[in-house]
């Protein structure tokens, strides 16, 4: 059923709760002071961590608006995100990675606020992080890159500029290769995180995303990256194009519009999140709203 670009499916199928797997929930472009609709994510959020006991959640990006952080004592932390998200249940690991909004701020301070925090995890602007698949000897390694360095325009961007200046593009560019094209019998999965789209249905498609898809398309393309992850864009996505499997979960507060494209599977203006379930064998995905329907559901299989 479509809607001036919305395309809204109830899925009967969801990921079961039961069954053993990595679950783990996408969030993005949320950090607004419990303004727009950040609050009721956040207490939909609550009810699926309570559900599936995922093991841990990533921030796409944009976690701070309008203008980042300043510093680790930012009110921010406490109004944004400490007292947003403040139930015991959501006192799992945070795995977090810096949009363009937390450039107009002190990226770096949220890189040290790692040092203090016990969930909050971003221990350089890029990383990488490898976990255990359970029930199995196999593991999934994520990429967590920095997608605003790669953005040539922001360099002389007299607000941007200063900050970027401090990343060194093109040595991400070579780590991320290697990590990606690195051999390893013990990797079933290998999955890149990022703040801007390859390619989106939703206003945000402009220099910033061209940008992106310039500096990462080929690599992700004609390499064994099943899946790529991004914000940025505040709608709910799952794209396949070009060989790249991606999602875009960048509506936990604010929601704009998003039309489909042809490679569209699913776009929702609504606000929400991306709950997953990682096997050996496959990934799970629900697109789940603000009151918890689960708008879609689908897989990816070896």
């Known amino acids: ?17 039961t069954v053993r797997s990595n679950k783990f929930i996408v969030i993005g472009d949320w950090g607004r002071n419990g303004d727009d609709q950040q609050l009721e994510v956040a207490d ?34 406490k109004h944004s995100f400490e007292d947003i998200y403040k139930s015991y249940h959501l006192q799992i690991d945070w795995y977090a990675i810096l949009g363009n909004h937390d450039y107009l701020g002190d990226p770096d301070a949220q890189v040290e606020y790692s040092r203090i925090s016990r969930r909050w995890n971003m221990p350089e602007r890029y990383y990488s992080k490898t976990i255990p698949i359970k029930g199995s000897r196999k593991k999934a390694l994520f990429i967590y890159i920095d997608t605003n360095s790669l953005i040539p325009e ?5 607000i941007y500029g200063p900050n970027v200046a401090k990343s060194d593009s093109s040595a991400q560019k070579k780590w991320m290769k290697k990590l990606i094209e690195e051999e390893d019998d013990e990797i079933a999965w290998k999955i890149v995180v990022g703040h801007h789209p390859v390619y989106t249905g939703g206003r945000t498609n402009g220099y910033d995303t061209r940008s992106i898809r310039k500096s990462l398309e080929n690599l992700l393309r004609h390499s064994e990256v099943d899946l790529y992850i991004s914000g940025h864009d505040h709608s709910l996505q799952y794209l396949e194009h070009n060989g790249i499997k ?29 709950l997953f379930s ?16 689960t708008l879609y559901h689908s897989k990816i299989e070896k």
């Open 154 to 158: 922001f360099y002389a961007n007299s």
């Open 246 to 274: 991606q999602v875009i979960s960048g509506s936990a507060s604010e929601v704009t519009q998003s039309d489909t494209l042809p490679y569209t599977k699913f776009t929702a203006s609504e606000a929400g999140f991306i």
């Open 44 to 77: 939909q959020l609550i009810h699926q961590v309570k559900k599936y006991k995922p093991d841990f959640i990533i921030s796409s990006g944009d976690n701070f608006y309008p203008n980042g952080v300043r510093s680790i004592h930012d009110p921010l932390w």
């Open 1 to 17: 059923m479509i809607f001036s670009g919305l395309v809204l499916r109830v899925e009967s199928q969801t990921i079961d709760p």
């Open 278 to 293: 990682l096997t050996e064998e496959k990934i799970e995905f629900d697109v789940i709203n603000k009151s918890g329907v």
